[in-house]
């Protein structure tokens, strides 16, 4: 549940009764998000945030929000927490039964403060290959938008706590993403990412560790990948905005235990 | 604008203010939707719609709505229209910030009166190809889930008013349907529809046209369709469950005039 939520800028008197039944983001799924690390009174990556907003934005016709408006919703939800996780939604607002946007609609904002996730026990991080497949569509690849059932269902496919996150493939069976990271893996120093030409989400946290590779002289490619990439590779992470770069030890039957690349990249991060 | 809503049997105090902040529906459209047409106060295929949205709900791991209460909101609603759209949304409900659904979700059942849509003016029906596709993935195809941003991003395509809805491709350029809408052609006498085994809705008028078809001894056939299908076919129409079967007269460069195949099975819908 949220600590504390605005809509539009405003505390909802009922969370429960807050949004409008018309609203597109419930009807069509029209609209976006951002989950962002706040830790120590300040959102990390706050900046990157707003520019894949305003990409997704600008890329689903969407009127951007203000970005001032939003800053100040997010300094006034920040200011009650230590550390947790701000997440933000945009949708185009309320409309008419139609999947046509209209020029008319105002878009809704929301701010919300949610409790940080527990810290990992250990440094275990168990991964599975999901069945649920990713669609392929150049349109919706690299935005962070609305329409979220493939993950929804491919993380509805295990039960078992040990296992964090799954990859999983898109409908060709190229390696795309986990459910809610982007994957990392390295291959003879080269580190290596799936280019997401046609899905998945272009990640905060995969911008920020694609610049600091780049920084400490690492080579990067990113290009399609393939399970037997990640099969072969010396180590595997995934990133994501909110828990930073995490090492995979294991993947079904394959055992990785060293990760120098992934430490080199953590140890730069300030995270 | 609605009408008239109820969620969960209740009708809101402020439509503008009813839904919860932490809806699923609104934050991974993690929901199905119906669609019907209400005439001379009954709503039509109507146990149709029930079943495809039960198939649906089947599909999400969604615990379907109680058919007994859905009706009685049906009903409510039904008395004070004599021609209108009932929609009804159903969303696995408020959940906590992950896609992993929860048992504990308990589902939110939205059910709106909207006006119905005004008659046309005159029997021209001219359809454009869109460009944005629709990605491809079996385990969503055939249901009316809220994932729909590649309805909206396409509808947006086009500002003209004459032109009524447009035909969509998948990524790899099969034909699937309009953008709200199924589609049917005539070939040799035959009566062809996408099969919609990658993408696209299984639509209850669709369903209710092969059965009919089949009453009147039209052949027909459930396959894989390409633009060239289209431009080959002696007939093309559309079909929905709130407008029935409608014959497109033009589309691009090209004109149809007769119907007779269409002409007949709109005569046996009684609609």
């Keep these: 549940m949220t600590a504390a939520v605005l809509i539009n800028g405003v505390s909802p008197t009922d969370p429960l009764q807050a949004i409008a039944v018309e609203d597109r983001g419930l009807h069509y799924g029209d609209g976006l998000f951002e989950s962002a690390l706040l830790a120590q009174g300040r959102?990390?990556?706050?900046?990157?945030?707003?520019?894949?907003?305003?990409?997704?934005?600008?890329?689903?016709?969407?009127a951007a929000p203000d970005p001032a408006a939003l800053r100040s919703d997010v300094q006034r939800l920040s200011g009650s927490a230590e550390r947790a996780v701000l997440k933000n939604v945009v949708s185009r607002g309320v409309g008419p039964r139609s999947y046509r946007p209209s020029a008319r609609s105002?878009?809704?904002?929301?701010?919300?403060?949610?409790?940080?996730?527990?810290?990992?026990?250990?440094?275990?991080?168990?991964?599975?290959?999901?069945?649920?497949?990713?669609?392929?569509?150049?349109?919706?690849?690299?935005?962070?938008?609305?329409?979220?059932?493939?993950?929804?269902?491919?993380?509805?496919?295990?039960?078992?706590?040990?296992?964090?996150?799954?990859?999983?493939?898109?409908?060709?069976?190229?390696?795309?993403?986990?459910?809610?990271?982007?994957?990392?893996?390295?291959?003879?120093?080269?580190?290596?990412?799936?280019?997401?030409r046609f899905s998945g989400v272009l990640g905060v946290m995969r911008a920020e560790v694609l610049r600091l590779a780049k920084e400490l002289g690492i080579a990067v490619s990113e290009e399609p990948v393939w399970p037997r990439d990640v099969e072969a590779a010396s180590e595997v992470f995934i990133t994501n905005a909110?828990?930073?770069?995490?090492?995979?030890?294991?993947?079904?039957?394959l055992r990785w235990t060293d990760a120098p690349i992934a430490d080199r990249l953590r140890e730069a991060l300030d995270f």
């Design 43 to 62: 959102v990390r990556l706050l900046e990157q945030h707003l520019k894949r907003l305003a990409l997704g934005c600008e890329r689903l016709g969407i």
């Design 106 to 196: 105002k878009i809704t904002r929301i701010v919300a403060l949610y409790p940080a996730p527990p810290q990992p026990a250990g440094s275990r991080l168990a991964l599975r290959w999901c069945e649920t497949r990713l669609g392929r569509n150049p349109r919706l690849a690299g935005i962070k938008h609305l329409n979220r059932l493939e993950q929804v269902l491919a993380q509805a496919e295990w039960q078992d706590e040990s296992i964090i996150d799954g990859l999983m493939l898109d409908t060709e069976g190229e390696v795309v993403s986990s459910t809610a990271s982007n994957v990392f893996l390295v291959r003879g120093g080269v580190l290596v990412t799936p280019d997401l």
């Design 242 to 253: 909110v828990r930073g770069i995490r090492s995979v030890t294991e993947l079904g039957a």
